[in-house]
């Protein structure tokens, strides 16, 4: 594949949510939806942050150093926008998802008690990983589709 | 994705031009050699400056470059 930088690095981005995702969600929801506290997941938190850093650090010193780094000219910015607006309309509708969640849960009888703040937080996160990684996503396709 | 409607000579006119790689166009346009190969195979529409800029490295009317494809 021919790749330009910007969209080795979108790859690169891609790589280290999707890593950090598989670390922390598997982890954290069921443990918190158990009662746990945030200071039982933030060790856990922590090292995800960390790996993101790590890899995101690492991936582009390498491709830098092995095809050079180039800014992003009109078709990286015009492919970042268009992913950008769709990153938002799913981040809203996990937003809407995750009151519809909380209100159903409060206020319907006999529905299990509504979910902590803690786990609302975490849902949340869900919410702003997934429409990330919506927006990388789109972009590569963008990439793929018009290469 | 189908093409755009923005038709372009401009790999007939690299050659033209002193077979004018599309690197060393990509630099003088200030683009990546990804965009002027999507350009090339009209799979993405330039904006209106980089249009004229590619014209101008080209040293050729802008209507010699791109043209528009009117057909339905």
């Known amino acids: 594949m021919d790749l330009s930088f910007q ?14 995702s598989w670390l922390f969600y598997p982890h954290a929801l069921p443990h918190i939806a158990n009662g746990g506290t945030f200071l039982d997941i933030l060790p856990r938190l922590i090292f995800v ?5 790590v890899i995101e650090i690492v991936y582009h010193s390498i491709i830098a150093a092995r095809s050079g780094a180039e800014s992003s000219d009109e078709r990286d910015k015009e492919f970042n926008l268009k992913a950008e607006r769709l990153s938002g309309y799913v981040l809203a509708i996990g937003i809407v998802l995750i009151t519809a969640h909380i ?13 902590s703040s803690l786990l609302v937080s975490v849902y949340l996160m869900l919410a702003l990983t997934v429409s990330e990684l919506s927006k990388l996503v789109t972009q590569i396709w963008y990439y793929r589709v018009e290469a | 994705m189908a093409k755009t409607r923005v038709k372009n000579n401009i790999r007939k006119l690299r050659f033209a031009h002193g077979e004018m ?14 965009t002027i ?3 090339e195979k009209e799979k993405y529409s330039p904006s209106l400056d980089a249009a004229f800029r590619i014209a101008i490295a080209l040293d050729e009317p802008f209507a010699m470059v791109f043209s528009y494809d009117t057909a339905e």
């Not at chain 1, 942050?49 to 850093?53: D, G, K, L, R, Y």
């Not at chain 1, 209100?103 to 509504?114: E, F, L, N, Q, Y």
Request: aromatic share 2%; hydrophobic share 55%.
């Open chain 2, 37 to 39: 190969v999507a350009i």
């Open chain 2, 21 to 34: 790689t599309q690197q060393q166009l990509a630099d003088e346009v200030g683009v990546t050699r990804q």
């Open chain 1, 103 to 115: 209100i159903i849960r409060s206020t319907v009888a006999g529905a299990p008690s509504a979910p």
């Open chain 1, 49 to 53: 942050v960390v790996v993101i850093i």
């Open chain 1, 7 to 20: 969209e080795k690095s979108v790859w690169g981005s891609l790589l280290a949510i999707v890593v950090s």
